[in-house]
């Protein structure tokens, strides 16, 4: 009876419980949110303004560079592309 019980069990487990776990997370993820247009256009002004911080950050390393010859940056500087940023299109290309 016990060999039963146990075998039953496990054939449960396998064939109901683990479907319906699996399932069940997959309808969770499907009803998770998504990321808005207004989401999008947040995150690209803070990428803008991330940017345009690091930029003067780097401008003011120079000039305390400029008056202190012994001034060394605590990071190393993170150069960018030729391409200046404030003309790329950072609106969302669908």
């Known amino acids: 009876m016990g060999e039963f019980?146990?075998?039953?069990?496990?054939?449960s487990v396998l064939f109901i419980g683990l479907p319906w776990l699996i399932l069940h997370?997959?309808?969770?993820?499907k009803?998770?949110?998504t990321l808005t247009n207004?989401?999008?256009r947040l995150l690209d002004d803070m990428h803008v303004t991330a940017r345009r911080?690091?930029?003067r950050l780097q401008t003011i390393e120079r000039?305390?560079?400029a008056d202190n010859p012994d001034f060394r940056p605590s990071t190393p500087r993170r150069e960018y592309p030729?391409?200046?940023?404030r003309n790329n299109d950072y609106s969302r290309r669908d």
């Open 38 to 40: 207004e989401d999008e």
């Open 53 to 55: 911080l690091e930029e």
């Open 63 to 65: 000039i305390i560079a």
């Open 5 to 11: 019980l146990t075998a039953a069990v496990a054939i």
């Open 25 to 29: 997370y997959i309808t969770k993820w």
């Open 82 to 85: 030729e391409s200046d940023f």
């Open 31 to 33: 009803q998770s949110p």
